[in-house]
């Protein structure tokens, strides 16, 4: 029996998909790259995994979407590389349909193999007859008309309920709108970007006990619970602190017609993530629509009101970006596709936080470490591979202006004056000065390379 409905309800397909977009941006240039249509990669994913990287299918299945080392050289090493994962799924989909020559049946190979479809269809059966539950191409593709309509709505506000809040709920009622926004940070260790959710609650364990640990903070220095209104940790994830319609105690003075959104972790010494800018972007464009506050901006960062390094160098340097995304239509959405998103700083930053927290909570995490460091690894995967898909382009380009400035010097030298050798060394001088010389900030330091 074929089914024309999801297994999965919209609200936790959007769950899983906004997640994989924090983790994962470069899924959608994945999917545009091969000519897939929008949103299959997710919809084959959630299907296989809920979108989770992990061993599965009897300890056969690897990744996300589950490649079988029955049948491809895969192993553990293939967890670590999910952007490897998504191309590899994304090629094997493309193929099926140049084979069969319709996406219903390219999807169901992909769970049954080409000839399990070719030979349904010889026997007059739906291309699904071989699949498991009889119904695989159906209901990813089911799944994948669910994603295509969810646009900005894959971005979620976790609850205060969903991160167990405790205390109270700020202080007194605050008048809707908002008149102004401001952006702070927390000082304290940011969560781990890597995805850890063991009791099963769809709230990451990192960024629970970093949100508790802030309720608790707020309640032992003001007595109203959390002290902000939304919170971003690196994920990008958007937790609410204090209702929006409540009155918290983040910016003094202020705090009846000022709403606060708080980057976790210490941004005097550590970058934002591009995750944690895109969701500040999107929750100021959602809160105008909404009612929150009057404009989809930020006023500025907590230090322009009060003596104090509030919101750290980093992310108060950030807010120009903030604002000029939020004020973009479908600003803060998701990466857009074509390189790697993660920066060198990310790189850098993410490896110092996990060291940093390894140092400060090495018994709170127990076997984890391993888990904790494989994100940054991850990370630091992703930036090396953008800077090489990009160094033919880079070579290239330097070729081109090698060969102008020496038409240049020829140019010149025939003019009279210096030699052709000479203008050529010198040419060659100043590339290898202002080029070559490259600054790399590793913890503190720099150096040259």
């Known amino acids: 029996m074929i089914v024309s409905a999801s297994r999965v309800d919209r609200?936790?397909?959007?769950?899983?998909?906004?997640?994989?977009?924090?983790?994962?941006?470069?899924?959608?240039?994945?999917?545009?790259?091969?000519?897939?249509?929008?949103?299959?990669?997710?919809?084959?994913?959630?299907?296989?995994?809920?979108?989770?990287?992990?061993?599965?299918?009897?300890?056969?299945?690897?990744?996300?979407?589950?490649?079988?080392?029955?049948?491809?050289?895969?192993?553990?090493?293939?967890?670590?590389?999910?952007?490897?994962?998504?191309?590899?799924?994304?090629?094997?989909?493309?193929?099926?349909?140049?084979?069969?020559?319709?996406?219903?049946?390219?999807?169901a190979a992909y769970n049954a193999g080409p000839s399990r479809v070719r030979q349904a269809l010889a026997e007059g059966r739906g291309v699904d007859y071989y699949t498991t539950g009889r119904d695989y191409s159906a209901d990813v593709l089911a799944r994948r008309s669910i994603i295509e309509t969810l646009g900005e709505t894959t971005v979620q506000i976790i609850p205060r309920a969903r991160w167990g809040a405790r205390h109270d709920n700020g202080f007194t009622a605050a008048p809707l709108p908002a008149e102004e926004v401001w952006l702070h940070h927390s000082v304290t260790l940011a969560p781990d970007i890597q995805w850890i959710d063991a009791d099963r609650d769809g709230v990451d364990d990192d960024e629970e006990r970093a949100m508790r640990t802030l309720e608790g903070i707020g309640e032992d220095r003001f007595g109203g619970g959390i002290s902000y209104t939304f919170l971003i940790p690196p994920s990008g994830r958007i937790y609410e602190g204090h209702g929006v319609g409540r009155q918290g105690s983040h910016t003094g003075g202020r705090n009846d017609r000022a709403r606060a959104i708080c980057f976790i972790g210490n941004y005097e010494t550590h970058r934002p993530t591009q995750a944690q800018i895109a969701a500040a972007a999107w929750l100021l464009r959602h809160g105008k629509a909404q009612g929150w506050w009057r404009h989809a901006r930020l006023n500025g960062g907590h230090?322009?009101?009060?003596?104090?390094?509030?919101?750290?160098?980093?992310?108060?340097?950030?807010?120009?970006?903030?604002?000029?995304?939020?004020?973009?239509?479908?600003?803060?959405?998701?990466?857009?596709?074509?390189?790697?998103?993660?920066?060198?700083?990310?790189?850098?930053?993410?490896?110092?936080?996990?060291?940093?927290?390894?140092?400060?909570?090495?018994?709170?995490?127990?076997?984890?470490?391993?888990?904790?460091?494989?994100?940054?690894?991850?990370?630091?995967?992703?930036?090396?591979?953008?800077?090489?898909?990009?160094?033919?382009?880079?070579?290239?380009?330097?070729?081109?202006?090698?060969?102008?400035?020496?038409?240049?010097?020829?140019?010149?030298?025939?003019?009279?004056?210096?030699s052709a050798a000479e203008l050529k060394q010198a040419v060659a001088d100043a590339i290898r000065e202002n080029i070559v010389q490259v600054d790399v900030t590793v913890a503190g330091g720099s150096e040259e390379v």
């Open 11 to 107: 609200t936790t397909l959007a769950d899983q998909v906004r997640r994989a977009r924090v983790e994962w941006p470069f899924v959608d240039a994945v999917e545009v790259d091969h000519g897939l249509p929008v949103g299959l990669l997710y919809a084959v994913g959630s299907r296989e995994t809920n979108l989770r990287n992990v061993r599965g299918d009897g300890g056969h299945g690897w990744g996300v979407w589950q490649r079988d080392d029955r049948y491809w050289p895969v192993g553990p090493a293939y967890l670590a590389d999910v952007r490897r994962q998504a191309v590899d799924a994304a090629s094997l989909l493309a193929a099926n349909r140049r084979a069969l020559g319709g996406w219903p049946a390219a999807v």
């Open 303 to 418: 230090r322009d009101l009060k003596a104090t390094a509030c919101p750290g160098q980093h992310a108060y340097a950030a807010i120009p970006a903030i604002n000029k995304l939020a004020a973009q239509p479908g600003g803060g959405g998701a990466a857009p596709g074509g390189g790697s998103t993660v920066s060198k700083a990310d790189v850098v930053d993410g490896l110092e936080q996990y060291f940093e927290r390894e140092r400060h909570e090495p018994t709170q995490r127990g076997d984890q470490p391993d888990m904790n460091l494989r994100g940054s690894i991850i990370h630091t995967h992703e930036y090396a591979l953008g800077a090489y898909q990009n160094s033919g382009a880079i070579r290239q380009e330097m070729a081109g202006l090698r060969a102008a400035l020496d038409k240049l010097a020829d140019a010149v030298a025939a003019g009279g004056g210096s």
